[in-house]
C-alpha cells in the first residue's frame, strides 16, 4: 500500500492510497469501497430528512424526478414528500431518527414560504399564510440500488437543467434516515410507513 509513490502501513479517511493486490485482475473492478463489515448498506429505496436550498427556484415536487447523490453514486430517484400532521407541526425535529409509528401528511410538494395557497385554503386562512412543519421528510426510490453508510448526506439536484441558465441546480439537501435494502421494499418496508391524504367532497342536498 502506497501514498504519494511512499509505502504506508495504515491508511486514514480521506486519504488516496494505491493498493497492490496480487493475483486480482484490475480490469473485473471498477469501484470500489474499503470499509469495516455492516458500515455500508446497499438500498433501493430511503427516508430522509430534508431542507429545500433557498437558491432553487423551482418548486419540489411530488412523484418528481431528481438526480440524487448519495455516498459515491448519483442516480435517478422519485420522491414523495410528507410532514408531521398538523398538530405536531410545531414540535421540535427527531435528529438522526425516524419514528415508524406515528403517522404522516402527505404532501404534493415540500412547504415552504414560496409554496402557493390553493384557493380553499386562502378561504380559510384570512393571513394567506400556511402553517409550515419544523421538519419534512423525503422518500426516495431510486432506479438502481445504491451503495451508502447510514446517516449520509444527501442532495437531490436537477442536472438536466440548461447549463447556460442562471439558475441554482441544486435542489434540496438532507439526511438518510432509514434505508431499504429488500428489493421487494414496497411489500416488505412500505407498509410501516403511515402516511395519510387528506380528502373532502363537496356536494349539494336537493329536497
Given at each position: 500500500m502506497?501514498?504519494f509513490?511512499t509505502p504506508?502501513?495504515y491508511?486514514?479517511?480521506g486519504d488516496r492510497v494505491?493498493i497492490c493486490v496480487t493475483?486480482?485482475?484490475?480490469?473485473?473492478?471498477e469501484?470500489?469501497l474499503?470499509?469495516?463489515?455492516?458500515?455500508?448498506q446497499?438500498i433501493?429505496a430511503?427516508?430522509?430528512?430534508?431542507?429545500?436550498?433557498p437558491?432553487?427556484?423551482?418548486?419540489?415536487?411530488t412523484?418528481?424526478k431528481?438526480h440524487?447523490?448519495?455516498g459515491?453514486e448519483?442516480?435517478?430517484?422519485?420522491?414523495m414528500?410528507?410532514?408531521?400532521?398538523p398538530?405536531?407541526f410545531?414540535?421540535e425535529?427527531?435528529?438522526?431518527?425516524?419514528?415508524?409509528k406515528k403517522?404522516?401528511?402527505y404532501?404534493?410538494e415540500?412547504?415552504?414560504?414560496?409554496?402557493k395557497l390553493?384557493e380553499e385554503?386562502?378561504e380559510?386562512?384570512?393571513?394567506?399564510?400556511?402553517q409550515l412543519?419544523?421538519?419534512?421528510w423525503?422518500?426516495?426510490?431510486f432506479?438502481?440500488p445504491v451503495?451508502?453508510p447510514?446517516?449520509c448526506?444527501?442532495?437531490?439536484?436537477?442536472?438536466?437543467?440548461?447549463?447556460?441558465?442562471n439558475?441554482c441546480r441544486l435542489?434540496?439537501?438532507?439526511i438518510?434516515l432509514?434505508?431499504?435494502?429488500?428489493?421487494?421494499?414496497?411489500?416488505?418496508?412500505?407498509p410501516?410507513l403511515k402516511?395519510y391524504?387528506?380528502?373532502h367532497?363537496?356536494?349539494q342536498?336537493?329536497?
Amino acid at each position: 500500500m502506497q501514498m504519494f509513490h511512499t509505502p504506508v502501513t495504515y491508511a486514514m479517511q480521506g486519504d488516496r492510497v494505491g493498493i497492490c493486490v496480487t493475483q486480482f485482475d484490475p480490469k473485473l473492478l471498477e469501484r470500489g469501497l474499503i470499509c469495516t463489515p455492516e458500515s455500508l448498506q446497499t438500498i433501493h429505496a430511503a427516508i430522509i430528512s430534508l431542507i429545500k436550498i433557498p437558491y432553487f427556484r423551482g418548486a419540489l415536487q411530488t412523484k418528481a424526478k431528481f438526480h440524487i447523490t448519495v455516498g459515491h453514486e448519483t442516480v435517478m430517484g422519485r420522491v414523495m414528500f410528507f410532514s408531521p400532521a398538523p398538530d405536531d407541526f410545531n414540535k421540535e425535529p427527531l435528529e438522526n431518527d425516524f419514528d415508524f409509528k406515528k403517522e404522516y401528511l402527505y404532501q404534493e410538494e415540500y412547504l415552504s414560504k414560496d409554496t402557493k395557497l390553493s384557493e380553499e385554503n386562502k378561504e380559510n386562512d384570512q393571513t394567506g399564510e400556511r402553517q409550515l412543519p419544523k421538519q419534512q421528510w423525503a422518500l426516495l426510490e431510486f432506479e438502481k440500488p445504491v451503495t451508502c453508510p447510514k446517516l449520509c448526506l444527501v442532495i437531490g439536484s436537477k442536472l438536466d437543467t440548461d447549463i447556460h441558465a442562471n439558475t441554482c441546480r441544486l435542489a434540496f439537501h438532507g439526511i438518510l434516515l432509514e434505508g431499504m435494502e429488500d428489493k421487494n421494499y414496497i411489500e416488505t418496508c412500505l407498509p410501516k410507513l403511515k402516511v395519510y391524504k387528506l380528502k373532502h367532497k363537496d356536494g349539494q342536498v336537493e329536497r
